[in-house]
C-alpha cells in the first residue's frame, strides 16, 4: 500500500490538475450555493428559495507523464482500482514521460461544508459559506526529477548525469475560506434584466509552500551521494509553513498559520422570453414564476478568487546557491522536521553554514485568480446549452495558478432532476480534450468532468469527481391559497376566492361592493344602495320598489309620477300633465273649476252650464257657437245682433274721471298683467290685481270696461293683431268669472299699430307690448 500512495502523489503532482470547476452542476439553475464558484450573480438567478449545504466535495487530476493504459486496468471503478492495485500489479504496467521534457501540475481538492443560501424578496440574495481548499500548481518541472521521484535515487540509468532543473515553480496552498455573498437585480425592463453579485472571503491559511527562482544543477552520483553546481551555478528560493507545528493541535487555531481577504465579482444578463410566456399576476402585479424560465440566453462574467494569504506564523522563506555542493549518505538522512531538512541542504549548500539560507519568516500566497465569461442558452423547453470560459490567471509571485479550461454542457433541466454531458478542453501547458456526466436528483449531486478513469474508458492518467448532499426548497408563486391573485399576506379571505380591491375578499355580482357589506350578493347592484339593484335608477333598490322597471319617487315606493302633481301615475287620469288631486290629477288650466279633460274651452274660464266655455256677450249662446261672441244677439242669429237701422247718434264712449284709489286699482293692473310668452294665457302673478279690478266692477254696476291690446312690431301684423286681440278677451274672460257681467266689457286689439315708444330699441318695445283698460260710461 506504501507504493500506492507513492504512486498516487507522483500522478497528483507531475500531471495536468485544475481547479474543481464542475461543470455539469455550476450552469444549472438549481445548483444554487454550487454557482459561485462559476459566477457570484447566479446565487439571485438560480431557481431555489433556500439552500443549505451539509456536505459537498470535488477532486480533480490530470496526468500526462505517469499512466497505466487502458488494456491493462481490467476493473471497473475508483473502488476497484484502489482495493486491487497492488494485487493486480498496475505498478508494473506505468509508463512514463520523457525524462528529458517539462511538465506541469495545477490540482485542486475543495470540499464545502455548513453553507446557506437565502433570498429577501423581492431583489435580494444572501449566501454564507464554508470552505477547505487546497491547491498544487506547478511548471517546468523535469521529467528527470519525477522518475527519480518514481524509481527512486537507486534509479541506475540516470545516475551519473548532470541535470539542470531550470525555471521550474512549484507552489501547494491550503486554506479554510468563510464567505459572504450578496447578489441583486440592478436593472431590468421588459427586454432583460441585469444581475450583479459579490462574495467577501475571510481566508486562514493552513499550509503554504513554494519554489521558485531554480536554476540548479545536480547530479545523483550513485544511490548514496548528490552533488549540486560544479558544471554551473546551482540557485532556488523556497518558502513553507513548517508541517510539524501540526504535531500538536489543541483548537482550531493551532491549524492556521496565516489570514488574508478575498473576493469573487460578477455579472450576469437574461435576453427574456416573451413576458406573457412567464408572467404571473399577483396583487395587481406581473411577476416572475418562478416555475418558468424567462429567459432565452444568458450571458455573464465573472473574476473569481483574488486574493492572499499572509503566512506570518511558523513560516519561512529560504535562499539556496553554491557552485558547488556535495551531499554525501543522502539515502540514509532521515529528517526529524522541517527545520532539520532546511539546516541541512543549507549546510549541503553554504559549506557547513546551516543557518545561512534563512531570509524571512513570512510570506505571501495568491489564490488560483481566474476569469470567466459564461453563456447559457434555453434550446428547447428544458433543454439548455452552456458554454463556460475560464482563463486562469497566471501569477508574478507565490500562489496557485489556475488552469483555462473551455466547455460546452448540453443538459435537460428540471426542478427535480438534472443530467448533463460537459466537454471540455482543457489547457494549463498541455491539451486535454474531456467528456463528463453529472446529475442531480433534488438536493443530491454526482458528477464527473472526465468520466473515462471512472469506468475503465481510457488509460488512467487522471480523475475527477465531485459530489453534494444538500437541503434545497425551489421558489415558489407567492402563496395564494383561494388562487384569486390575490397574496395570503394580503388577502383577508384567504379560503375563499375574491379580488385585490377588497383585499381578496369576493364580490361575485362584480358590482364593487364586497360580499360581506353586499345586501344583494347574488345580484350585481350599486354601491350607493349596499351592492342592491336599481333597475329603474331612482334611487330605490328593486326589492323594495313597487316600480321596479319604472323610475319612480320614494314616497311612492318607486312608482312615477310623471308630471310631478303629487299624484303617482297609476292614480292620475292625466299622467303626463301636472294636475289637482281634487280632479285625479287632470288640470283645469283657466280656472274654471272644470278638468281640462271635461272642458271644451280648456284655455278659457268659463261655466259649467257651457262645458267651461265662455260666453263673452252674455247673449246665452257660448263663444264656440257664437258667431258675434262680442255682440249680444240671439239664437236665431247665431248670436248675432239683429240689424236695425236708424239714424245714426254720437256714440263715443265717455271716459269717466276716477277717484285716487280706483285709479290705482286700474294702474295695477296695467302694470301687473303678463301672459305666457306668445300665448293669450294669463300667468297666475296676474290674478291679485284682476281679482281687485273685477270687485271695482262689482261695486260699480254703472261702469264699463274698455280693454284694448298693443303688440310690438316683432312679427307679421295679423298675427299681432290676432294675438293683441285674444289678450284683451282673456282678460274678459277672466273677470267674467269672476262675476262681471261679460256686456260691461269691450275687448279690442291693436296689434302694433297704437305703439307708445320705437320700437327700435329693446326697451321700446317691451312699453308697445300692453294692454290697457279704461273704464267708460
Same mark, same amino acid.
Given at each position: 500500500?506504501?507504493?500506492?500512495?507513492?504512486?498516487?502523489?507522483?500522478?497528483?503532482?507531475?500531471?495536468?490538475?485544475?481547479?474543481?470547476?464542475?461543470?455539469?452542476?455550476?450552469?444549472?439553475?438549481?445548483?444554487?450555493?454550487?454557482?459561485?464558484?462559476?459566477?457570484?450573480?447566479?446565487?439571485?438567478?438560480?431557481?431555489?428559495?433556500?439552500?443549505?449545504?451539509?456536505?459537498?466535495?470535488?477532486?480533480?487530476?490530470?496526468?500526462?507523464?505517469?499512466?497505466?493504459?487502458?488494456?491493462?486496468?481490467?476493473?471497473?471503478?475508483?473502488?476497484?482500482?484502489?482495493?486491487?492495485?497492488?494485487?493486480?500489479?498496475?505498478?508494473?504496467?506505468?509508463?512514463?514521460?520523457?525524462?528529458?521534457?517539462?511538465?506541469?501540475?495545477?490540482?485542486?481538492?475543495?470540499?464545502?461544508?455548513?453553507?446557506?443560501?437565502?433570498?429577501?424578496?423581492?431583489?435580494?440574495?444572501?449566501?454564507?459559506?464554508?470552505?477547505?481548499?487546497?491547491?498544487?500548481?506547478?511548471?517546468?518541472?523535469?521529467?528527470?526529477?519525477?522518475?527519480?521521484?518514481?524509481?527512486?535515487?537507486?534509479?541506475?540509468?540516470?545516475?551519473?548525469?548532470?541535470?539542470?532543473?531550470?525555471?521550474?515553480?512549484?507552489?501547494?496552498?491550503?486554506?479554510?475560506?468563510?464567505?459572504?455573498?450578496?447578489?441583486?437585480?440592478?436593472?431590468?425592463?421588459?427586454?432583460?434584466?441585469?444581475?450583479?453579485?459579490?462574495?467577501?472571503?475571510?481566508?486562514?491559511?493552513?499550509?503554504?509552500?513554494?519554489?521558485?527562482?531554480?536554476?540548479?544543477?545536480?547530479?545523483?552520483?550513485?544511490?548514496?551521494?548528490?552533488?549540486?553546481?560544479?558544471?554551473?551555478?546551482?540557485?532556488?528560493?523556497?518558502?513553507?509553513?513548517?508541517?510539524?507545528?501540526?504535531?500538536?493541535?489543541?483548537?482550531?487555531?493551532?491549524?492556521?498559520?496565516?489570514?488574508?481577504?478575498?473576493?469573487?465579482?460578477?455579472?450576469?444578463?437574461?435576453?427574456?422570453?416573451?413576458?406573457?410566456?412567464?408572467?404571473?399576476?399577483?396583487?395587481?402585479?406581473?411577476?416572475?414564476?418562478?416555475?418558468?424560465?424567462?429567459?432565452?440566453?444568458?450571458?455573464?462574467?465573472?473574476?473569481?478568487?483574488?486574493?492572499?494569504?499572509?503566512?506570518?506564523?511558523?513560516?519561512?522563506?529560504?535562499?539556496?546557491?553554491?557552485?558547488?555542493?556535495?551531499?554525501?549518505?543522502?539515502?540514509?538522512?532521515?529528517?526529524?522536521?522541517?527545520?532539520?531538512?532546511?539546516?541541512?541542504?543549507?549546510?549541503?549548500?553554504?559549506?557547513?553554514?546551516?543557518?545561512?539560507?534563512?531570509?524571512?519568516?513570512?510570506?505571501?500566497?495568491?489564490?488560483?485568480?481566474?476569469?470567466?465569461?459564461?453563456?447559457?442558452?434555453?434550446?428547447?423547453?428544458?433543454?439548455?446549452?452552456?458554454?463556460?470560459?475560464?482563463?486562469?490567471?497566471?501569477?508574478?509571485?507565490?500562489?496557485?495558478?489556475?488552469?483555462?479550461?473551455?466547455?460546452?454542457?448540453?443538459?435537460?433541466?428540471?426542478?427535480?432532476?438534472?443530467?448533463?454531458?460537459?466537454?471540455?478542453?482543457?489547457?494549463?501547458?498541455?491539451?486535454?480534450?474531456?467528456?463528463?456526466?453529472?446529475?442531480?436528483?433534488?438536493?443530491?449531486?454526482?458528477?464527473?468532468?472526465?468520466?473515462?478513469?471512472?469506468?475503465?474508458?481510457?488509460?488512467?492518467?487522471?480523475?475527477?469527481?465531485?459530489?453534494?448532499?444538500?437541503?434545497?426548497?425551489?421558489?415558489?408563486?407567492?402563496?395564494?391559497?383561494?388562487?384569486?391573485?390575490?397574496?395570503?399576506?394580503?388577502?383577508?379571505?384567504?379560503?375563499?376566492?375574491?379580488?385585490?380591491?377588497?383585499?381578496?375578499?369576493?364580490?361575485?355580482?362584480?358590482?364593487?361592493?364586497?360580499?360581506?357589506?353586499?345586501?344583494?350578493?347574488?345580484?350585481?347592484?350599486?354601491?350607493?344602495?349596499?351592492?342592491?339593484?336599481?333597475?329603474?335608477?331612482?334611487?330605490?333598490?328593486?326589492?323594495?320598489?313597487?316600480?321596479?322597471?319604472?323610475?319612480?319617487?320614494?314616497?311612492?315606493?318607486?312608482?312615477?309620477?310623471?308630471?310631478?302633481?303629487?299624484?303617482?301615475?297609476?292614480?292620475?287620469?292625466?299622467?303626463?300633465?301636472?294636475?289637482? *288631486?281634487? %280632479?285625479? =290629477?287632470? !288640470? +283645469?288650466? #283657466?280656472? /274654471?273649476?272644470?278638468?281640462? &279633460? $271635461?272642458?271644451?274651452? @280648456?284655455?278659457?274660464?268659463?261655466? *259649467?252650464? %257651457?262645458? =267651461?266655455? !265662455? +260666453?263673452? #256677450?252674455? /247673449?246665452?249662446?257660448?263663444? &264656440? $257657437?257664437?258667431?258675434? @261672441?262680442?255682440?249680444?244677439?240671439?239664437?236665431?242669429?247665431? =248670436?248675432? !245682433?239683429?240689424?236695425?237701422?236708424?239714424?245714426?247718434?254720437?256714440?263715443?264712449?265717455?271716459?269717466?274721471?276716477?277717484?285716487?284709489?280706483?285709479?290705482?286699482?286700474?294702474?295695477?293692473?296695467?302694470?301687473?298683467?303678463?301672459?305666457?310668452?306668445?300665448?293669450?294665457?294669463?300667468?297666475?302673478?296676474?290674478?291679485?290685481?284682476?281679482?281687485?279690478?273685477?270687485?271695482?266692477?262689482?261695486?260699480?254696476?254703472?261702469?264699463?270696461?274698455?280693454?284694448?291690446?298693443?303688440?310690438?312690431?316683432?312679427?307679421?301684423?295679423?298675427?299681432?293683431?290676432?294675438?293683441?286681440?285674444?289678450?284683451?278677451?282673456?282678460?274678459?274672460?277672466?273677470?267674467?268669472?269672476?262675476?262681471?257681467?261679460?256686456?260691461?266689457?269691450?275687448?279690442?286689439?291693436?296689434?302694433?299699430?297704437?305703439?307708445?315708444?320705437?320700437?327700435?330699441?329693446?326697451?321700446?318695445?317691451?312699453?308697445?307690448?300692453?294692454?290697457?283698460?279704461?273704464?267708460?260710461?
Amino acid at each position: 500500500m506504501k507504493r500506492l500512495l507513492t504512486i498516487l502523489a507522483i500522478v497528483c503532482l507531475t500531471g495536468h490538475a485544475y481547479s474543481q470547476d464542475m461543470l455539469g452542476i455550476r450552469s444549472s439553475n438549481y445548483s444554487g450555493l454550487q454557482g459561485l464558484g462559476i459566477n457570484p450573480a447566479s446565487i439571485h438567478t438560480s431557481r431555489l428559495d433556500l439552500d443549505i449545504n451539509l456536505f459537498s466535495i470535488g477532486i480533480t487530476a490530470e496526468n500526462d507523464f505517469i499512466y497505466i493504459p487502458k488494456d491493462k486496468l481490467k476493473f471497473f471503478g475508483i473502488k476497484n482500482i484502489i482495493e486491487n492495485f497492488d494485487e493486480k500489479g498496475y505498478l508494473d504496467e506505468f509508463e512514463f514521460g520523457s525524462p528529458n521534457k517539462t511538465y506541469n501540475l495545477n490540482t485542486a481538492i475543495s470540499i464545502m461544508g455548513p453553507s446557506v443560501l437565502f433570498n429577501i424578496y423581492p431583489k435580494h440574495t444572501i449566501a454564507i459559506t464554508t470552505q477547505m481548499r487546497a491547491g498544487i500548481s506547478g511548471t517546468e518541472i523535469q521529467g528527470h526529477a519525477g522518475k527519480f521521484a518514481v524509481e527512486g535515487f537507486g534509479y541506475n540509468p540516470l545516475q551519473n548525469q548532470f541535470f539542470l532543473g531550470k525555471d521550474f515553480e512549484l507552489n501547494i496552498l491550503s486554506w479554510a475560506e468563510y464567505g459572504l455573498s450578496y447578489a441583486t437585480t440592478l436593472t431590468e425592463n421588459e427586454k432583460g434584466a441585469l444581475t450583479g453579485g459579490l462574495t467577501l472571503k475571510l481566508l486562514h491559511g493552513i499550509g503554504g509552500a513554494y519554489a521558485e527562482n531554480a536554476d540548479l544543477y545536480y547530479n545523483v552520483l550513485n544511490d548514496s551521494d548528490m552533488v549540486f553546481g560544479v558544471q554551473g551555478f546551482a540557485q532556488i528560493d523556497y518558502g513553507r509553513v513548517d508541517y510539524n507545528s501540526f504535531d500538536e493541535i489543541g483548537g482550531y487555531s493551532d491549524f492556521i498559520n496565516g489570514k488574508g481577504f478575498g473576493f469573487d465579482v460578477g455579472f450576469s444578463y437574461d435576453f427574456f422570453k416573451e413576458p406573457t410566456s412567464w408572467q404571473y399576476e399577483m396583487d395587481g402585479k406581473k411577476l416572475h414564476d418562478p416555475l418558468i424560465n424567462r429567459y432565452k440566453l444568458r450571458i455573464g462574467a465573472s473574476l473569481l478568487d483574488v486574493g492572499k494569504i499572509k503566512f506570518n506564523e511558523n513560516a519561512g522563506t529560504y535562499h539556496l546557491e553554491t557552485d558547488n555542493g556535495y551531499y554525501p549518505n543522502f539515502n540514509t538522512d532521515e529528517y526529524d522536521n522541517n527545520i532539520d531538512f532546511d539546516h541541512t541542504f543549507s549546510a549541503v549548500f553554504y559549506n557547513g553554514d546551516s543557518l545561512a539560507s534563512f531570509r524571512t519568516n513570512n510570506f505571501k500566497m495568491a489564490l488560483p485568480t481566474a476569469v470567466s465569461l459564461q453563456v447559457d442558452w434555453n434550446a428547447y423547453k428544458k433543454f439548455y446549452v452552456a458554454a463556460n470560459y475560464i482563463h486562469g490567471v497566471k501569477h508574478s509571485e507565490p500562489g496557485i495558478d489556475r488552469a483555462s479550461v473551455l466547455s460546452v454542457t448540453p443538459r435537460y433541466e428540471s426542478p427535480w432532476l438534472d443530467i448533463s454531458m460537459p466537454v471540455s478542453y482543457f489547457n494549463y501547458t498541455g491539451k486535454i480534450s474531456r467528456v463528463g456526466l453529472a446529475f442531480r436528483f433534488a438536493s443530491f449531486f454526482l458528477g464527473s468532468d472526465r468520466i473515462g478513469t471512472l469506468f475503465g474508458l481510457g488509460d488512467l492518467n487522471g480523475m475527477d469527481v465531485y459530489a453534494g448532499l444538500k437541503f434545497s426548497m425551489n421558489k415558489q408563486r407567492i402563496r395564494d391559497l383561494d388562487n384569486d391573485r390575490v397574496s395570503d399576506k394580503m388577502d383577508k379571505c384567504k379560503e375563499i376566492a375574491g379580488i385585490l380591491k377588497f383585499e381578496g375578499c369576493p364580490d361575485k355580482d362584480l358590482d364593487d361592493v364586497p360580499d360581506a357589506i353586499d345586501q344583494c350578493p347574488d345580484v350585481k347592484g350599486l354601491v350607493s344602495l349596499a351592492g342592491c339593484p336599481d333597475t329603474d335608477g331612482d334611487g330605490i333598490t328593486d326589492s323594495k320598489d313597487d316600480c321596479p322597471e319604472v323610475a319612480g319617487l320614494p314616497q311612492f315606493r318607486g312608482c312615477p309620477d310623471t308630471d310631478a302633481d303629487g299624484i303617482m301615475d297609476s292614480e292620475d287620469e292625466c299622467p303626463s300633465v301636472p294636475g289637482l *288631486a281634487l %280632479y285625479k =290629477g287632470c !288640470p +283645469d288650466t #283657466d280656472n /274654471d273649476s272644470i278638468p281640462d &279633460p $271635461q272642458d271644451d274651452c @280648456p284655455t278659457t274660464a268659463g261655466p *259649467a252650464m %257651457y262645458k =267651461g266655455c !265662455p +260666453d263673452t #256677450d252674455g /247673449d246665452g249662446i257660448p263663444d &264656440p $257657437q257664437d258667431e258675434c @261672441p262680442f255682440d249680444v244677439g240671439p239664437p236665431a242669429t247665431k =248670436g248675432c !245682433p239683429v240689424k236695425v237701422t236708424q239714424a245714426p247718434v254720437n256714440t263715443a264712449p265717455v271716459v269717466v274721471q276716477l277717484t285716487q284709489e280706483e285709479q290705482e286699482i286700474i294702474n295695477k293692473v296695467f302694470k301687473n298683467l303678463q301672459f305666457e310668452t306668445g300665448k293669450a294665457i294669463i300667468k297666475e302673478s296676474s290674478y291679485a290685481s284682476l281679482d281687485e279690478l273685477a270687485g271695482l266692477l262689482q261695486k260699480k254696476p254703472s261702469f264699463k270696461l274698455k280693454i284694448d291690446g298693443h303688440t310690438d312690431n316683432t312679427g307679421s301684423a295679423s298675427l299681432n293683431k290676432t294675438l293683441s286681440k285674444k289678450r284683451a278677451e282673456a282678460a274678459r274672460t277672466y273677470l267674467v268669472g269672476k262675476g262681471v257681467d261679460g256686456s260691461r266689457i269691450m275687448p279690442n286689439g291693436y296689434g302694433k299699430d297704437r305703439p307708445v315708444a320705437p320700437n327700435t330699441t329693446a326697451e321700446g318695445r317691451a312699453q308697445n307690448r300692453r294692454v290697457e283698460f279704461t273704464i267708460i260710461e
